[in-house]
């Protein structure tokens, strides 16, 4: 596979598995996966190719995806579609990453599925560049049950080696490697199965990881579970922090939600962050060289319940990153990245949003993460006519829209969305939550997962 060079054509890499043999399954007895491209671009993205990439760096392009569509097809503004990758003809089952190229800007997010005794969903973010270094704020090894599964694929020509750097909330430390992964290809680290150098498996960690590369680009995403539960937190690595991030959306004893804040320093040095609360109050931890994370649980730190969003700060300034974690007791989970406001612009797109999509329900959260206040002007692929604007949002304030709500969208809707602040200058960014309260009640598993939004 060759390095992608970002210039006649704009490239993301998606990271998701297919259906696979039961021995080889991550999540359950058998995963599945699909993955939505949108375009965010005004322009129509002609020549939307999807190529699927082996775990040995083999390239698969097929002529037709799920569905009858070609491949490649085009996307209107603001369209999107979903690739069911098992309905892909001629497709073997497998673990495979994506790479899906166009000549306008798209987007993608990844969703997983583990099939068996108990289901496992979980969602993530596609890239659109890859690096020698990731950061993963949150991982977790026998803790209270939850363990990461850290994928990382090498996006360049060259074999190269690759390391995982672990360290624990209470200063534990522990390793991970791989060496001569291939150009293309994909390495695994499964730590229910592993036990990481200095690591004991009476180890329990919550903690964060540094990924890197000897030679090669790579990217990363870490899908956390409970093996005998079925919870699922998936979120894709970051390559850079700010010394001020924003979360749209944290919970406290929230219709059975329990929010948490996993905050990782970047640089060398001591640091305190603030985290403060859109409603009321806030919290704060100490960061430093031997404990460069820690752990926020809003039912032990926030002083009232409800929903509410964050900023995030530190002092003295010091680049950092940070991942939100909901889950409820009776086995739900979700997660996403925290915003950072240098990346944020005034437009955003999601690939999917859903309703009563076989029985799939959304709700998306917005947050406005610059200095100027706004309204959000909403719109759904397909439905330009009853796009609406919303009130007007100050600095860190956040807005949730449940998406079943919305009464012109039909039952069995799942399409694109795209949000644009009405003051030109401003700064936002979403989220979007799913679940699926039929399975929630009858089949036992995690039936719900979290995405962040891309910046248009």
């Not at 085009?74 to 999107?80: A, V």
């Not at 309905?87 to 987007?107: E, F, R, T």
């Not at 859903?354 to 692929?381: P, R």
């Amino acid at each position: 596979m060759k390095k992608i060079h970002l210039i006649s054509i704009i490239a993301i890499m998606v990271m998701l598995l297919v259906a696979v043999s039961p021995v080889a399954a991550q999540l359950g007895d058998t995963d599945k996966s699909s993955f939505t491209v949108q375009n965010v671009s005004d322009a129509t993205a002609n020549s939307v190719l999807v190529t699927f990439v082996k775990g040995d760096g083999t390239e698969i392009t097929p002529t037709e995806l799920n569905s009858g569509k070609p491949n490649p097809f085009s996307l209107d503004p603001g369209e999107s579609w979903e690739i069911y990758v098992p309905g892909v003809p001629g497709l073997d089952s497998g673990q495979y990453s994506v790479v899906v190229s166009a000549d306008q800007k798209i987007v993608a997010i990844a969703n997983l599925v583990g099939e068996g005794s108990k289901y496992f969903n979980g969602s993530y973010s596609g890239f659109d560049t890859g690096a020698t270094t990731f950061y993963l704020p949150a991982i977790t090894y026998n803790y209270y049950g939850w363990y990461s599964f850290i994928s990382v694929q090498n996006i360049g020509a060259n074999a190269t080696d690759i390391s995982v750097a672990l360290k624990c909330e209470n200063g534990t430390t522990g390793t991970l490697s791989a060496t001569n992964v291939a150009g293309g290809s994909s390495v695994h680290f499964d730590l229910e199965n592993l036990i990481p150098t200095g690591f004991t498996a009476a180890t329990s960690c919550n903690g964060s990881a540094v990924v890197t590369s000897t030679i090669e680009d790579i990217i990363a995403v870490d899908n956390q579970t409970v093996p005998t539960q079925g919870n699922t937190q998936s979120y894709s690595g970051s390559i850079s922090g700010a010394s001020t991030l924003y979360v749209p959306a944290l919970y406290n004893s929230y219709y059975g939600w329990a929010a948490s804040l996993n905050i990782r320093k970047l640089d060398a040095g001591n640091t305190t962050v603030t985290v403060t609360y859109s409603d009321t109050g806030l919290s704060t931890c100490n960061l430093t060289d031997a404990q460069p994370g820690c752990l926020l649980y809003m039912p032990s730190v926030h002083p009232g319940t409800g929903y509410f969003g964050a900023t995030i700060t530190t002092s003295p300034a010091m680049n950092i990153v940070a991942v939100a974690n909901a889950a409820t007791t009776n086995g739900q989970a979700q997660t996403y990245s925290a915003i950072n406001p240098t990346e944020a612009t005034n437009k955003v797109g999601a690939p999917s949003v859903m309703k009563s999509y076989y029985g799939w329900d959304s709700s998306f959260t917005c947050q406005n993460v610059g200095s100027d206040a706004t309204s959000l002007h909403i719109e759904y692929d397909g439905y330009a006519g009853n796009a609406y604007n919303t009130a007007t949002l100050t600095t860190g304030k956040t807005l949730e829209i449940y998406v079943p709500s919305e009464t012109f969208l039909p039952n069995g809707f799942q399409g694109g969305l795209t949000v644009t602040a009405n003051t030109s200058t401003a700064k936002i960014s979403c989220i979007v939550n799913f679940t699926n309260p039929n399975q929630i009640r009858t089949t036992v598993g995690d039936w719900s997962m979290s995405v962040n939004s891309f910046s248009q």
